[in-house]
């Protein structure tokens, strides 16, 4: 059974940091495209960002330059490391993983990150 465990996400202030992880169980971890999406209140569900097992990177405009991701392939985890935060990007964030070759998505739970003073 494929279990993603995320954690990290809490209140944070405008301009501060936060870093986000995700383990995985369950999985051929190196087959794995992992991925950090978000959804903010009232809105979709959209991609944040994205590593491949070769480590090739996709991030959205609104967030480079600001949020770094990284696996480790040997522990079977992912980070999202999150910096100048800005209340727009408060959300609940769910970790990913995308099986190319089945083209099959699978979930964590999510984590809630607010930005606020």
């Known amino acids: 059974q494929v279990q993603l465990a995320e954690s990290g996400g809490e209140l944070v202030q405008p301009g501060g940091s936060l870093r986000l992880s995700c383990a995985a169980s369950g999985i051929r971890f190196r087959s794995v495209t992992m991925g950090w999406y978000r959804q903010a209140q009232g809105k979709q569900r959209e991609l944040v960002t994205s590593i491949t097992s070769g480590g090739s990177t996709v991030y959205i405009d609104s967030v480079r330059d600001r949020f770094t991701i990284s696996r480790d392939n040997a522990k079977n985890t992912v980070t999202l490391q999150m910096n100048s935060l800005k209340p727009e990007d408060t959300a609940v964030y769910y970790c990913?993983?995308?099986?190319?070759?089945?083209?099959?998505?699978?979930w964590g739970q999510g984590t809630q990150v607010t930005v606020s003073s």
């Open positions: 990913n993983a995308h099986h190319p070759r089945i083209n099959h998505d699978f």
